[in-house]
T-cell receptor
Framework: GENVEQHPSTLSVQEGDSAVIKCTYS??????FPWYKQELGKGPQLIID?????GEKKDQRIAVTLNKTAKHFSLHITETQPEDSAVYFC??????????FGAGTQVVVTP | KAGVTQTPRYLIKTRGQQVTLSCSPI?????VSWYQQTPGQGLQFLFE???????NKGNFPGRFSGRQFSNSRSEMNVSTLELGDSALYLC????????????FGQGTRLTVV
């Protein structure tokens, strides 16, 4: 089945710097890779996703890149702000189409 | 469009009791998945329902069960509660079965004492 690994588990950045979170997956048939942001006391919110027919997707300060050959994808946050502090999860579908989640990355943006 | 609604938001139960949690998916969505979130284990898949049928089940004991109604609303039940069942229970709705966006509710925080 699909195995998703996410690194790092915690990430502390200064406001204005960039943050990068990386995930690897095991099932080469996976073709959809979403990222979720979870703020304290809330459910995960879908912030960006990418499908396997593209290598990069951007939405304002966030971007996701995908390397299908190496089976890894990354979330990039530029010009970080305090409101970017949250836990971020990557995910990839298993053979049934069910999302398998990474363990999460706690991002802390310090002013 | 209303989002995914989970009730109740918070629940405190005693060991040995049972509990029922409810999830109303986004209007028009027919698939509902349930996840357990704990600090040490991350997001663990419980089960998925589509058109009132359980389509997938995660690796949880039989004390965890669920169902889906004809209006796509779903409930999950945990019987004979244990302290280790304390967690945030999340449900997510998707429009179709294959690889589309999953939208989560706010979750139900269950505390077993």
């Amino acid at each position: 089945g699909e195995n998703v690994e996410q690194h790092p588990s915690t990430l502390s950045v200064q406001e204005g710097d960039s943050a990068v979170i990386k995930c690897t997956y095991s099932d080469s048939a996976s073709n959809y890779f979403p990222w979720y942001k979870q703020e304290l006391g809330k459910g995960p919110q879908l912030i960006i996703d990418i499908r396997s027919n593209v290598g990069e997707k951007k939405d304002q300060r966030i971007a996701v890149t995908l390397n299908k050959t190496a089976k890894h994808f990354s979330l990039h946050i530029t010009e970080t702000q305090p409101e970017d502090s949250a836990v971020y999860f990557c995910a990839a579908p298993d053979s049934w189409g069910k999302l398998q989640f990474g363990a999460g990355t706690q991002v802390v943006v310090t002013p | 469009k209303a989002g995914v609604t989970q009730t109740p938001r918070y629940l405190i139960k005693t060991r040995g009791q049972q509990v029922t949690l409810s999830c109303s998916p986004i209007s028009g969505h027919r698939s509902v998945s349930w996840y357990q979130q704990t600090p040490g284990q991350g997001l663990q898949f419980l089960f998925e329902y589509f058109s009132e049928t359980q389509r997938n089940k995660g690796n949880f004991p039989g004390r965890f069960s669920g169902r889906q109604f004809s209006n796509s609303r779903s409930e999950m039940n945990v019987s004979t509660l244990e302290l280790g069942d304390s967690a945030l229970y999340l449900c997510a709705s998707t429009g179709s079965l294959s690889n589309t966006e999953a939208f989560f509710g706010q979750g139900t925080r269950l505390t077993v004492v």
